[in-house]
């Protein structure tokens, strides 16, 4: 009876610094998701700031975002990947002591610059990193599980956050971040990398430094499904409420992750056969399916509200596994377009097409909602699924095959 050959040391996926990355990383998206629904209340308390003023604090954060991917991408290619990544992790938990002292909007406002300039750094970077201690062998599937730290925290971060915040006391929320964040850098610090070969072959300047320019029709698919996904997570609360759903919005959120974190099992492994098209495009159908699962909401609650429930639950699902399938393979997909000495750069633009596609969902969902209806909002992430689906099965998909390097 044979036996299945066993993997070999150097294949081995939960390694000391695995690890260690993997905690540094669930330490500060932990502290990053603290802050995430608490802020607007405390914006509100402390200064009695409107909605817009808080719209406007809030997407200081994202703009900033946005602004240092390419760069940080750039820099994680050009030096030493760890110590860029502990600066900017060092900056990312510093920062939070000025929550602590800010005493005006604006000087908040700056803060929330800065802390947005760290945390596009420390994610590019950190995104990085991990590829670089992952086997080639189990990159996909080591991807995966990183990812499901990811979506841990942003399942546990915000309902501690909001306890706290039921008490009044935004300090805590601000100290608890700052002590998370200070736990996370010293595993950032533990963690062993790759000494990273200087590429010496082309110091020319251009836009294929800062963005990989291979990937762009598939950043292009990646920001198109982003954009329904931006919406959802800033309306379906809203709309859960206009049509009698009055289940806990947390909830939503929790089964949304639930999918996230199920999908990653086996999805990183299809991913290492060499399915990542493949697994892309089911994560598409998934998503998709759960998005009219959305979009039906208003009719499924029309008739019973029951049914209403029913398919509120079943649309989080779909969406995260849908979801959760595809992030481990899209960012294999731009790992693979780049030669090792441009990992930080394939990174950089695969979290920007994320990025982008999220800001224009919240942006272009409000206005919508306001002008049309958040029932149009769903209807329109459904045409945008769609076109992403045929973009990618049509373009996206075929131009990877033809310029894989691995």
Known sequence: MSQEPKKSVADRLWTRDYIFLCLANFMMCFAFYLLVPTLPFYLEA?????????????????????????????????????????????????????????????????????????????????????????????????????????????????????????????????????????????????????????????NVLSIDRFFLVKGLRACFTLLLLAIPYGMTTSFIAMYAKELGITANTGLFFTVMAVGLIVSRIGSGRRVDRGLVTKVITQGIIIATLGIIAEAMLGFAAGVDIRLGYVIYFLSAFLIGFGYGTMFPAYNTLFINLAPNSRRATASATYLTGWDVGIGLGMWFGGRVAENWGLATVYKIDIALALIAFVWFVSSAAPHFNRNKLR
């Open 46 to 202: 402390e200064f009695d700031a409107s909605k817009s003023i808080i719209g406007m604090v809030l997407s200081c954060y994202t703009i900033a975002v946005l602004a240092v991917r390419p760069f940080s991408g750039y820099i994680a290619d050009t030096f030493q990947r760890k110590p860029v990544y502990l600066i900017a992790y060092f900056l990312f938990v510093s920062i939070f002591c000025g929550y602590l002292l800010a005493g005006t909007l604006t000087m908040l406002m700056i803060i929330r610059i800065a802390h947005g300039l760290a945390f596009g750094m420390i994610t590019t970077t950190g995104n990085t990193l991990v590829v670089d201690v992952l086997p080639s062998s189990r990159r996909g599937e080591g991807l995966g599980y990183y990812g499901v730290v990811n979506n841990l925290a942003m399942s546990i971060g915000p309902m501690i956050g909001l306890f706290i915040a039921d008490t009044g006391n935004f300090d805590m929320i601000f100290g608890c971040s700052l002590a998370m964040g200070v736990v996370g850098m010293v595993f950032a610090t533990l963690a062993k990398v790759p000494r990273k070969i200087p590429n010496t072959a082309n």
